[in-house]
């Protein structure tokens, strides 16, 4: 396909739809920054979205910055469209919640050891030492 129809075609584009943005993005192997386009205006700087690859595979890249239309040469290239955005929502919410389980086993170990620690410490301990050790957890 010519130049010139793929430059007229993505023009058209352009003009018919308002929310089409061409976008920079990076994959995780370098800083090369490649241009897609897409409709999804609720993409922003720095969210992972899907795009299809030239050699046919999907992949995660990051948004690195929204073009102005002047940026963008609509001759240069036939731009791909970005497959969809990646929703990590339920992830986030899920590490955050696993996180926080972690936590709280954590401290109730340490809690469990201390208090076992204290009642084996009691038991090897004579009637004065333990209201004297009892006086002094209780400051």
Do not use: C, H, W
């Given at each position: 396909?010519?130049?010139?129809?793929i430059a007229a075609?993505?023009?058209?584009?352009?003009?018919?739809?308002?929310?089409?943005?061409?976008?920079?993005?990076?994959?995780?192997?370098?800083?090369?920054?490649?241009?897609?386009?897409?409709?999804?205006?609720?993409?922003?700087?720095?969210?992972?979205?899907?795009?299809?690859?030239?050699?046919?595979?999907?992949?995660?890249?990051?948004v690195r910055k929204?073009?102005?239309?002047?940026?963008?040469?609509?001759?240069?290239?036939?731009?791909?469209?970005?497959?969809?955005?990646?929703?990590?929502?339920?992830?986030?919410?899920?590490?955050?919640?696993?996180?926080?389980?972690?936590?709280?086993?954590?401290?109730?170990?340490?809690?469990?050891?201390?208090?076992?620690?204290?009642?084996?410490?009691?038991?090897?301990?004579?009637?004065?030492?333990?209201?004297?050790?009892?006086?002094?957890?209780?400051?």
């Amino acid at each position: 396909m010519s130049k010139t129809i793929i430059a007229a075609m993505q023009s058209m584009q352009v003009a018919e739809n308002d929310d089409l943005r061409f976008l920079e993005v990076t994959f995780s192997t370098g800083a090369t920054r490649y241009t897609y386009k897409t409709v999804d205006t609720s993409i922003e700087e720095g969210d992972k979205v899907v795009v299809y690859t030239p050699s046919g595979k999907f992949e995660v890249v990051t948004v690195r910055k929204a073009l102005d239309i002047d940026e963008v040469d609509l001759y240069a290239y036939r731009y791909k469209f970005i497959v969809q955005k990646v929703d990590t929502a339920v992830y986030d919410e899920q590490t955050n919640n696993e996180d926080l389980l972690l936590k709280n086993l954590r401290s109730r170990a340490r809690r469990s050891q201390a208090a076992q620690a204290a009642k084996a410490l009691l038991e090897d301990s004579t009637e004065d030492e333990q209201a004297n050790f009892k006086k002094l957890v209780r400051l």
